[in-house]
């Protein structure tokens, strides 16, 4: 099971294309709403999430997707239901994956220490301790960093690459005719 967390304001294609591509790649994901069921993007696009953050559990859990967006990151940052799964995901090495502002959460978690990683412009200084990159997308261990909207559907890839392998990935992309 893999959550995508969503606070108001998110950027809505860094959430809805990684979720686009691991659904048809059979994964199992679960929108999260932090706050509400229904979450408003930062351009206005009402989402109605699978579950609440009261709902969601470890159980199963291989991993979490963070989309940026502001002040989406922001209010995920203040989320107590995100900060427990990203500490969750850290100390049993599941996927953490997160784009645009939103790596700058997982640097002030000190989680990029000597890894490498990318985000939208600007945030580089608060990936603290990371090896930052001007990648599209930077996979590291369990940790896969993307820089923006523009990188959607290859951070949603990388993921599905994590998850299934690059055989899948590639086959997904083919089908897809990316």
Do not use: W
Not at 13 to 36: H, Q, Y
Not at 104 to 128: Q, W
């Amino acid at each position: 099971m893999i959550y995508v967390f969503l606070a108001d304001g998110f950027e809505e294609c860094e959430a809805l294309s990684p979720i686009d591509i691991l659904r048809r790649a059979n994964i199992e994901v679960k929108t999260v709403g932090i706050g509400s069921q229904i979450i408003s993007g930062s351009h206005n696009i009402k989402v109605l999430c699978d579950i609440s953050e009261n709902e969601a559990q470890t159980d199963n859990l291989e991993g979490i997707i963070l989309p940026g967006g502001m002040p989406g990151t922001l209010n995920l940052e203040k989320s107590d239901t995100v900060q427990k799964f990203i500490d969750f995901s850290a100390e049993n090495g599941l996927l953490i994956s997160a784009i645009c502002a939103a790596p700058s959460i997982l640097g002030h978690k000190g989680l990029l220490k000597n890894k490498k990683a990318c985000c939208f412009k600007g945030f580089e200084k608060d990936l603290i301790g990371a090896n930052v990159t001007e990648n599209r997308v930077e996979a590291d261990e369990n940790i896969i960093t993307a820089y923006g909207a523009g990188a959607a559907f290859d951070f949603g890839f990388k993921i599905l690459e994590f998850l299934k392998g690059t055989e899948t990935a590639n086959a997904l992309k083919e089908q897809m005719r990316y």
